[in-house]
Every structure is written in C-alpha cells, then in structure tokens.
Nanobody
Framework: QVTLVQSGGGLVQAGGSLKLSCSASGRVQDISNMGWYRQSPGKRRELVAMISTDATTSYADAVKGRFTISRYDATVYLQMDNLQSEDTGVYYC?????????WGQGTQVTVSS
C-alpha cells in the first residue's frame, strides 16, 4: 500500500496563488491515477483535477484555466492561480493503487475576498 503526505495550502487573498504538494511513499510503482479533490463547507467532496501515469490531465469546469496539475515521480502538485472565494475548502490528494483509493490528510485553503 501507499501513504500520502500533503503540504502547502493556507490563507490567500482573492486573485492570489497557492501550490499544493502530495508525496507518496510505499509501493508507489503500483500507483496509477493521482488527483486532487476538495470539500467546501456544506458541500460534498468533489474532483478538482486528475493526472494519469501518461500525464493525461482532466479538470473540473470550475477550475479550468486557473489550476494546473502536474506529477513527478511519486509526487503530485496542484498550482492554483487566480484563486476565488469559492475555491475555499479542504483539499485532499488521492492515489489509485491497484484499484484501491488512498487519501492524503487534507489541507485547508482559504481565499479571502
């Protein structure tokens, strides 16, 4: 199995930028897709962006053109630009490991208007 450790996040003004990182350890060679999800207050957890082993990416409509997901070895990044108040929430990274989902510990992103 794998363990995911997240870093980054915090408080930023609207229009600002943040970068999240998520490093996997363990049997990382068996990880396929990696991605970022977020859970905003009063809402369900939703997919933000995903990247496959061949670097194919997909994004939620709400973040297209503002967020960029990337991956290097067993670390996945989320560059978030032009942040808006609706981006506030707890962000979780996820790794698919032989069909099983593994999650990071979550990190708070707060965008002040």
């Amino acid at each position: 199995q794998v363990t995911l450790v997240q870093s980054g996040g915090g408080l930023v003004q609207a229009g600002g930028s943040l970068k999240l990182s998520c490093s996997a350890s363990g049997r990382v060679q068996d990880i396929s897709n990696m991605g970022w999800y977020r859970q905003s207050p009063g809402k369900r957890r939703e997919l933000v962006a995903m990247i496959s082993t061949d670097a194919t990416t997909s994004y939620a409509d709400a973040v297209k053109g503002r967020f960029t997901i990337s991956r290097y070895d067993a670390t996945v990044y989320l560059q978030m630009d032009n942040l808006q108040s609706e981006d506030t929430g707890v962000y979780y990274c996820k790794a698919d490991w032989i069909g099983y989902p593994f999650w990071g510990q979550g990190t708070q992103v707060t965008v002040s208007s």
